[in-house]
């Protein structure tokens, strides 16, 4: 079995996932949603002509990466290799008290229940900070006697909700309304607070590491989330070794760890899937009208869309993107086509997705390897299975006064 990561196995393993995404980027940078042939197929014509033979249920059953042809099963290895990693230790949690996760829906309580399990820190913590609480399950959930909790939370209505709930359960917390980037936010950090931020996105746990590490925070929990949720268009690096590394990252490039549904229902992947079909073919519409071989970005359209006759569709997307429509398309070839592309883009997703674990890996370790410089002793690893939710890395960090 796998171990979780501490001390000098953070910057090792960082070193390796580096090389690894450096050398490879060819073929996971373009993506070919947008880009109708790619450069590494004439590096690898056997494994894109393959790919580009298979039927959108063969890339959805993911059969067994040794069927494919190379370089494939070799990179597949590697990645699984570089991203091997072990539960972090299990805390005896104190059962919940009763009816404490009313109003939670049922995964959101399982994974509170999975992140309060594994926050085994060396030293008992006094005051619990829940960092972008929503209404506070979190943190209600860790409160044990003799402990305070603090909630920060942008959204007011849900910080009267928590308030509420925690009267309710008679729980010595305090919710506050605060946006935690604004420069107030720092103050609720000093002192010996253990902060706590599940599936906080991009900014706004980044903000957390930086704030905690000059504010002397002593405890640190996260589970990074939306790597891709931050206001500038390229990724700032946070550790030395990641700055130093030759690695840019565009925004496209960090929404590559969120691109999987684990959790969607047949009904929603069925929209999904007409939806990016329908796309594939105005895409190939857009070509032949402008004459350009280039991609048209397009809004994000109401599902209600999917209703309307696909020449309709097609119609409305242009005048939306004041692009006019000249001669006779031939419809039914064009969602016809799409269809097929939508086939052929998944399947050389594929090789795509083998980077998608190492890169969230790469991230989530240039913040460990952060907070290490900043004097904490770091641990990675897992704090629930990947079914549960695709976001199952934590960050556990600690400090001595």
Same mark, same amino acid.
């Given at each position: 079995?796998? $171990?979780?990561?501490? $001390?000098?196995?953070?910057?090792?393993? !960082?070193?390796?996932?580096?090389?690894?995404?450096?050398?490879?980027?060819?073929?996971?940078?373009?993506?070919? !949603?947008?880009?109708?042939?790619?450069?590494?197929?004439?590096?690898?014509?056997?494994?894109?002509?393959?790919?580009?033979?298979?039927s959108l249920a063969d890339a959805e059953t993911d059969s067994a990466a040794d069927a494919l042809p190379a370089p494939f099963p070799q990179l597949a290895q590697q990645a699984q290799q570089l991203t091997a990693l072990g539960s972090l230790?299990?805390?005896?949690?104190?059962?919940?008290?009763?009816?404490?996760?009313?109003?939670?829906?049922?995964?959101?309580?399982?994974?509170?229940?999975?992140?309060? $399990?594994?926050?085994? !820190?060396?030293?008992?913590?006094?005051?619990?900070?829940?960092?972008?609480?929503?209404?506070?399950?979190?943190?209600?959930?860790?409160?044990?006697?003799?402990?305070?909790?603090?909630?920060?939370?942008?959204?007011?209505?849900?910080?009267?909700?928590?308030?509420?709930?925690?009267?309710?359960?008679?729980?010595?917390?305090?919710?506050?309304?605060?946006?935690?980037?604004?420069?107030?936010?720092?103050?609720?950090?000093?002192?010996?607070?253990?902060?706590v931020a599940l599936h906080a996105c991009g900014d706004l746990h980044v903000r957390l590491m930086q704030l905690a590490s000059q504010q002397g925070c002593r405890q640190l929990a996260i589970a990074p989330c939306c790597y891709n949720r931050i206001a500038v268009q390229h990724y700032q690096p946070l550790s030395t070794a990641a700055q130093a590394s030759g690695l840019q990252l565009s925004l496209d490039d960090l929404g590559l760890p969120l691109s999987e549904t684990v959790t969607a229902g047949a009904r929603v992947r069925r929209?999904?899937?007409?939806?990016?079909?329908?796309?594939?073919?105005?895409?190939?519409?857009?070509?032949?009208?402008?004459?350009?071989?280039?991609?048209?970005?397009?809004?994000s359209l109401p599902v209600a869309w999917l209703e309307k006759p696909f020449e309709q569709y097609c119609r409305d997307l242009a005048e939306l993107k004041q692009l006019p429509?000249?001669?006779?398309?031939?419809?039914?070839?064009?969602?016809?086509?799409?269809?097929?592309?939508?086939?052929?883009?998944?399947?050389?997703?594929?090789?795509?997705?083998?980077?998608?674990?190492?890169?969230?890996?790469?991230?989530?370790?240039d913040r460990a390897l952060f907070l290490e410089e900043q004097g904490f002793e770091v641990r990675l690893g897992l704090f629930c299975d990947y079914p549960l939710t695709p976001r199952n890395l934590l960050i556990l960090a600690e400090r001595d006064r």
């Open positions: 079995m796998p $171990s979780y990561l501490h $001390s000098h196995h953070l910057s090792t393993r !960082f070193q390796a996932l580096d090389q690894f995404l450096i050398e490879h980027q060819q073929l996971w940078k373009p993506r070919p !949603f947008t880009t109708l042939r790619l450069d590494w197929e004439t590096t690898h014509p056997e494994l894109a002509t393959h790919l580009r033979q298979c230790p299990q805390t005896d949690l104190p059962p919940a008290a009763h009816r404490l996760d009313v109003a939670v829906p049922g995964r959101k309580w399982q994974q509170i229940e999975a992140f309060a $399990s594994h926050l085994a !820190f060396h030293h008992q913590p006094r005051h619990w900070l829940d960092w972008c609480s929503g209404k506070g399950h979190l943190g209600r959930r860790l409160l044990q006697p003799g402990q305070q909790l603090t909630c920060l939370e942008y959204d007011a209505e849900l910080v009267a909700a928590g308030q509420a709930l925690s009267a309710h359960h008679h729980l010595p917390a305090q919710h506050v309304h605060q946006d935690v980037m604004a420069s107030d936010s720092a103050c609720h950090l000093a002192g010996e607070k253990s902060v929209q999904r899937d007409t939806s990016m079909a329908r796309r594939l073919g105005f895409d190939l519409l857009q070509r032949q009208q402008r004459q350009r071989d280039e991609y048209l970005p397009t809004p429509l000249n001669g006779n398309p031939d419809w039914a070839a064009l969602e016809a086509a799409g269809w097929q592309r939508l086939a052929e883009v998944r399947n050389l997703e594929r090789v795509r997705n083998l980077f998608r674990r190492p890169l969230e890996v790469w991230l989530v370790l």
